[in-house]
């Protein structure tokens, strides 16, 4: 069984939102932090976004300070990614992600432990 499970994913035009959502089963959500990464063709996975598993705290790439937002709601078993004032530069496969990195978010995709199937996000007009 599949332990992170992201939807949300589709066409969206330059400027507009979208909201990637990621189901996560319940140990790792309590226990892992969380980050989304992305990736476009013949490219690496790039850090995103991450959440920390005991406060919640946060942390985002420099690419998307201020436009994006992750967040966690442990009554639905989810890690989510708002993402707002979107560029087509934002156009990529998006990866929800698990790690067991104490109290560190991780930016490196390799030591993530857990990964999603993925989701297509594309920004264009």
């Known amino acids: 069984q599949r332990q992170l499970v992201e939807s949300g994913g589709g066409l969206v035009e330059p400027g507009g939102s979208l909201t990637l959502s990621c189901a996560v089963s319940?140990?790792?959500?309590?226990?892992?932090?969380m980050a989304w990464f992305r990736q476009t063709p013949g490219e690496e996975r790039k850090f995103v976004a991450g959440?920390?598993?005991?406060?919640?705290?946060?942390y985002y790439a420099d690419s998307i300070q201020g436009r994006f937002i992750i967040s966690r709601d442990s009554a639905k078993n989810t890690v989510d990614l708002q993402m707002n004032s979107l560029k087509v530069d934002d156009t990529a496969v998006y990866y929800c992600?698990?790690?067991?990195?104490?109290?560190?978010?991780?930016?490196?995709?390799?030591?993530?432990?857990?990964w999603g199937q993925g989701t297509q996000v594309t920004v264009s007009s």
């Open positions: 319940r140990r790792l959500l309590s226990r892992y932090n």
């Open positions: 959440i920390r598993w005991n406060d919640g705290a946060t």
């Open positions: 992600a698990a790690d067991t990195g104490g109290l560190r978010i991780s930016t490196r995709a390799i030591e993530y432990d857990y």
